[in-house]
T-cell receptor, first 115, second 116 residues
Framework: AQKITQTQPGMFVQEKEAVTLDCTYD???????LFWYKQPSSGEMIFLIY??????QNATEGRYSLNFQKARKSANLVISASQLGDSAMYFC????????????FGTGTRLLVSP | DTEVTQTPKHLVMGMTNKKSLKCEQH?????MYWYKQKAKKPPELMFV???????INESVPSRFSPECPNSSLLNLHLHALQPEDSALYLC???????????????FGAGSRLTVL
């Protein structure tokens, strides 16, 4: 069974600073995918970034980067130059690479960006 | 703007009502999903349709009945719900279901359901 752990219920960051949201996972699969989604108060789940377990380079998408440490089973999200619009709930998720049908989500981290 | 459209955004229904949630996507995706999200919890998978066929049912009670009339549409029919079924229902779609970055799920904004 797969399990995702997000130990930070809430994080605060000042505008323009960088912030790291932690995510650790547990799986016996050799091949899997890791994802981060953002959920504003409106409810929509917005895809941010994806990392395949066999990808050697850390994924980056604009201001988002995924710090993937396979041996430590961690997939932390780094947001650079935080903006007020980054205030939201952030979910880490994983799925076996045999298929992304069954996404398993962590409990989420609420990020608040202050001016 | 989200490319997965869900209607209605809000729905209030009694326990004896029959209602439906609708989801539409025009990205040519061949897999569609229903997730349920209770307040302050992560989303949980309910159903997956792949090429218009139900491929996964996560032991969801029969008072929830999914339907995929075509590759662009996904419905969730609701009947005899309980107050504990009140939640945000999220629809998602993906190009396929294989394990590559091309098949990342795109979610809609959700339908917030309240059962009285």
């Amino acid at each position: 069974a797969q399990k995702i752990t997000q130990t930070q219920p809430g994080m605060f960051v000042q505008e323009k600073e960088a912030v790291t949201l932690d995510c650790t996972y547990d799986t016996s699969d050799q091949s899997y995918g890791l994802f981060w989604y953002k959920q504003p108060s409106s409810g929509e789940m917005i895809f941010l970034i994806y990392q395949g377990s066999y990808d050697e380079q850390n994924a980056t998408e604009g201001r988002y980067s995924l710090n993937f440490q396979k041996a430590r089973k961690s997939a932390n999200l780094v947001i650079s130059a935080s903006q007020l619009g980054d205030s939201a709930m952030y979910f880490c998720a994983m799925s076996p690479n045999t298929g992304f049908q069954k996404l398993v989500f962590g409990t989420g981290t609420r990020l608040l960006v202050s001016p | 703007d989200t490319e997965v459209t869900q209607t209605p955004k809000h729905l209030v229904m009694g326990m004896t009502n029959k209602k439906s949630l609708k989801c539409e996507q025009h990205m040519g995706h061949r897999a569609m999903y229903w997730y349920k999200q209770k307040a302050k919890k992560p989303p949980e998978l309910m159903f997956v349709y792949s090429y218009e066929k139900l491929s996964i049912n996560e032991s969801v009670p029969s008072r929830f009945s999914p339907e995929c009339p075509n590759s662009s549409l996904l419905n969730l029919h609701l009947h005899a719900l309980q107050p504990e079924d009140s939640a945000l229902y999220l629809c998602a779609s993906s190009q396929g279901t294989g394990g590559t970055g091309a098949n990342v799920l795109t979610f809609g904004a959700g339908s917030r359901l309240t059962v009285l």
